[in-house]
Each structure stands twice: as structure tokens, then as C-alpha cells.
């Protein structure tokens, strides 16, 4: 699967990376917050934590819980965290030494994903690998160039 430029339509699940990204940049903002508006925005509980952790304060921390507030939660059960230990031996076995280190939040993050059947945006060059390995489509959030 190639990774595309993301153009604020359909069901994805958001990597940190992205929500990191729109918070510099008006026009990828305007489109993630569009599509929490219309319900097409889901998070799991690795990106929760990093988002949880970036926030500079109290009102930060509200900020991120009143946001993912009624959006679609994506679990990371037992089966994803095997389909995460999977992934990490495949990219073992298929590469050089070290091969399997992806954060493991991304890992987590395209898997499940793959699991919900939802794209990745995201705003990180290692995805376009785990898309490949993994059959999901990733999403650039903006111009990986910006």
C-alpha cells in the first residue's frame, strides 16, 4: 500500500504525529477538525498517552479529553498486541539488523488500524513501511516535505 496525501475524507484512525502537525499548521487543523466533526476521526489509548504526556499543562490535558470525547475508540486487545509482536518478527525476519524498531505507538497505531479496517494519518516517513507490510492505506496528514 502507498502512502497518499490525506484529503479530510473517510473513517481514520489519527497517529500522534498527525495531531502533533495540525497544531503548527491552519490548513491540516481545519481538515482533521472537520472530520472529528463528522465523526471520522477514531484514537486508540497509545496515541492518548503521548497526547496526554505533550500536553504543557491542566487545561492541556482537558483540552485533549474533551476533543477525543465521543470519538471512536479503536481497543488494543490481547490480538492486537499479538499482531503487534507478529509485525515486529516479520520485519525481523525480512531486514538488517534492527529491522523490527518502529516506535512502538506507530506499531500499535497501523495495527490497529488494520484490525478496524481504518486508514492511518499520520505525519511520520516510517509508516509507508508498515502500510506495505501490513496491507493499510497511509494517510499523509499534509505534504511530507512541509
Do not use: K, N
Not at 500522534?16 to 484514537?43: C, H, I, K, N, Q
Not at 486508540?44 to 474533551?66: N, Q
Not at 499479538?82 to 509485525?87: G, P, Q
Not at 538488517?96 to 479496517?117: E, K, W
Request: charged share 25%; aromatic share 8%; net charge negative.
Amino acid at each position: 500500500m502507498s502512502a497518499e496525501l490525506w484529503d479530510g475524507r473517510g473513517a481514520v484512525l489519527v497517529d500522534t504525529s498527525a495531531w502533533m502537525l495540525a497544531r503548527r499548521f491552519p490548513e491540516a487543523r481545519e481538515r482533521l477538525f472537520a472530520a472529528v466533526e463528522r465523526g471520522d476521526v477514531a484514537w486508540c489509548w497509545p496515541v492518548r498517552y503521548e497526547l496526554t504526556y505533550e500536553a504543557p499543562s491542566a487545561e492541556g490535558i482537558a483540552g485533549v479529553d474533551g476533543t477525543l470525547e465521543g470519538l471512536r475508540e479503536i481497543g488494543v486487545d490481547s490480538a492486537v498486541q499479538r499482531s503487534v509482536l507478529s509485525a515486529m518478527r516479520e520485519l525481523a525476519e525480512g531486514g538488517s539488523h534492527g529491522a523490527h524498531r518502529f516506535p512502538l505507538t506507530d506499531l500499535t497505531v497501523a495495527v490497529a488500524a488494520q484490525a478496524a479496517g481504518l486508514d492511518v494519518l499520520h505525519y511520520a516517513r516510517h509508516f509507508s513501511r508498515l502500510g506495505d507490510l501490513l496491507g493499510v492505506r497511509m494517510l499523509w496528514i499534509a505534504d511530507p516535505s512541509v
